[in-house]
């Protein structure tokens, strides 16, 4: 089946930096998603982005489903950033699935 | 407040008995989502139902058993249980499965313990 990495497992900012998180997958996808949990572990769905960039706000993300990985944006990082992004990949190849990728832990320092 | 109500909140249970997670979305969404989340493995999603019919069934053992009655509201029933099997359990909601409706809005989770 699908395989998803995301890079990198953890990561530290200074408040207002920028960052970009990546998501490679192995098969072609129908549908690929970013979500973030907050340290309180409230799930959020941030973008459903097969392919294409879309932009909300602070964040953006960008697809290239040809080269498999797609890139989340976060920029002029705030405290509230902090938690664990996922991505997560679709195929329907050998049935349809949805996998996870680990995640990345965001900490933003104030 | 998402609109999603997850019931119970923490549940703790023998491998031997039988209990059911709810899940309500008050949201007027179609499409209903079980997801888990264990400690050291990554967000698994494990059904998905779409106008109370299942789509996706992720290789999820016969000991849970998800019932969909109605578009506002899943159910998984647990039964035979492993220890391994605590997790976080969260449920979700989207308008639709389409490009563009499938943003999904999360409960809080069930946090089930199994002894």
């Known amino acids: 089946g699908i395989q998803v990495e995301q890079s990198p497992p953890d990561l530290i900012l200074q408040e207002g930096a920028n960052s970009t998180l990546r998501c490679n997958f192995s098969?072609?996808?129908?549908?690929l998603q970013w979500f973030h949990q907050n340290p309180w572990g409230q799930l959020i769905n941030l973008f459903y982005?097969?392919?294409g960039t879309k932009q909300n706000g602070r964040l953006s993300a960008t697809t290239v489903a040809t080269e498999r990985y797609s890139l989340l944006y976060i920029s002029s990082s705030q405290t509230t950033d902090s938690g664990v992004y996922f991505c997560?990949?679709?195929?329907?190849?050998?049935?349809?699935?949805?996998?996870f990728g680990a995640g990345t832990r965001l900490f933003v320092k104030a | 407040e998402t609109g999603v109500t997850q019931t119970p909140r923490h549940l703790v249970m023998g491998m031997t008995n039988k209990k059911s997670l709810k899940c309500e979305q008050h949201?007027?969404?179609?499409?209903m989502y079980w997801y888990k989340q264990s400690a050291k493995k990554p967000l698994e999603l494990m059904f998905v139902?779409?106008?109370?019919?299942?789509?996706e069934n992720n290789s999820v053992p016969s000991r849970f058993s998800p019932e969909c009655p109605n578009s506002s509201h899943l159910f998984l029933h647990l039964h035979t249980l492993q220890p391994e099997d605590s997790a976080l359990y969260l449920c979700?909601?989207?308008?639709?499965?389409?490009?563009?409706?499938?943003?999904?809005?999360f409960g809080p989770g069930t946090r089930l313990t199994v002894l």
């Open positions: 949201l007027g969404h179609n499409a």
């Open positions: 982005i097969p392919s």
């Open positions: 979700a909601s989207s308008q639709d499965l389409g490009p563009g409706t499938d943003t999904q809005y």
């Open positions: 997560a990949a679709a195929s329907d190849t050998g049935g349809f699935k949805t996998i």
């Open positions: 139902y779409n106008f109370k019919e299942q789509t």
């Open positions: 098969d072609s996808v129908n549908n």
